[in-house]
């Protein structure tokens, strides 16, 4: 019964190990994923800020057309 005992131990032990290990590995991969991915904020600005720039060119080329 002792060497029942102790493998169950064992393997509880081992259970924890695992958890903790996966845990760890959760959080570095989450803290990867924030560097690679670009924060959603600046793309908001930049989309806002490539369509600002486009209508001002099409209607700078609309006016432009007219006086001729």
């Known amino acids: 019964m002792a060497t ?3 493998l169950l131990t064992g393997k509880a032990v081992q259970n924890e ?3 903790e290990y996966v845990a760890h ?3 570095h991969m989450t803290l990867q994923a ?5 924060t ?3 793309s908001v600005e930049d989309s806002r ?3 600002l720039h486009q209508t001002q060119a099409n209607f700078e080329k609309l ?3 007219q006086g001729l």
């Open 4 to 6: 029942e005992s102790n």
């Open 25 to 27: 590995l959760q959080l």
């Open 34 to 38: 924030r560097n690679l991915v670009p």
């Open 49 to 51: 800020q490539q369509l």
């Open 63 to 65: 006016i432009s057309r």
């Open 17 to 19: 190990d695992f958890s």
């Open 40 to 42: 959603l904020k600046h």
